[in-house]
């Protein structure tokens, strides 16, 4: 099956710090949706990118839509301690469903 | 609106016991899903539902069974739970999104099933 690769797997940055942290597929991919996942807590919707070359941006949050739609890029710009959990990519596949990469897991040092 | 909800947020299970996992949307969202998530791991999709009456297996299907008897709950079900289930479950539901494939999911909080 169609097979997400997130990196990095891990981030540890300082409060303030700029992050990016990417998703690639052998596939193409129609749509590309980043998740953030709090400690003990379920993945919540980010951004969702639909068209290739796509730059969408949520506060601080910025997601692109890479043209060759086998990839997809999310930056975090002035991390603060909130910033802290696992960001998860995202592609259809078929029938509703999703393939989900492995994630990178980010902490914020303040 | 609720959104989606989990229940029981916590459970720990003998070997060989069955429990229902229940899950209930109420965003009316055809689409419902049932994922694993194991310790520093992404998410396995379990089962799926495309509508009341219509289920499917998704990547790690083996012992566990669905029901979708109504768009609003997609329970899972543990037959003889055995310690490779210990894991944390999330139910999910999807509507059609702006592409019309529904493919934005809406995650509930989670069962956290320790099996011994």
């Known amino acids: 099956g169609q097979q997400l690769n997130q990196s990095p797997q891990s981030m540890f940055i300082q409060e303030g710090e700029d992050v990016s942290m990417n998703c690639t597929s052998s596939?193409?991919?129609?749509?590309w949706l980043w998740y953030k996942q709090d400690p003990g807590e379920g993945p919540v919707l980010l951004i969702a990118l639909y068209k290739a070359g796509e730059l969408t941006s949520n506060g601080r949050l910025t997601a692109q839509f890479g043209i060759t739609r086998k990839d997809s890029f999310l930056n975090i710009s002035a991390s603060i301690p909130s910033d802290v959990g696992i960001y998860f990519c995202?592609?259809?596949?078929?029938?509703?469903?999703?393939?989900f990469g492995d994630g990178t897991t980010l902490t914020v040092k303040p | 609106n609720a959104g989606v909800t989990q229940t029981p947020k916590f459970r720990i299970l003998k070997i060989g016991q069955s429990m229902t996992l229940q899950c209930t949307q109420d965003?009316?969202?055809?689409?419902m899903y049932w994922y694993r998530q194991d310790p520093g791991m992404g998410l396995k999709l379990i089962y799926y539902?495309?509508?009341?009456?219509?289920?499917d297996k998704g990547e790690v299907p083996n012992g566990y069974n669905v029901s979708r008897s109504t768009t609003e709950d997609f329970p899972l079900r543990l037959e003889l739970a055995a310690p490779s289930q210990t894991s944390v479950y999330f139910c999910?539901?999807?509507?059609?999104?702006?592409?019309?494939?529904?493919?934005?999911?809406?995650f509930g909080p989670g069962t956290r099933l320790t099996v011994t």
């Open positions: 999910a539901s999807s509507s059609r999104g702006r592409t019309g494939s529904g493919y934005e999911q809406y």
């Open positions: 995202a592609g259809p596949t078929n029938a509703g469903k999703s393939t």
């Open positions: 965003m009316n969202h055809n689409y």
């Open positions: 539902s495309v509508g009341a009456g219509i289920t």
């Open positions: 596939s193409i991919f129609n749509t």
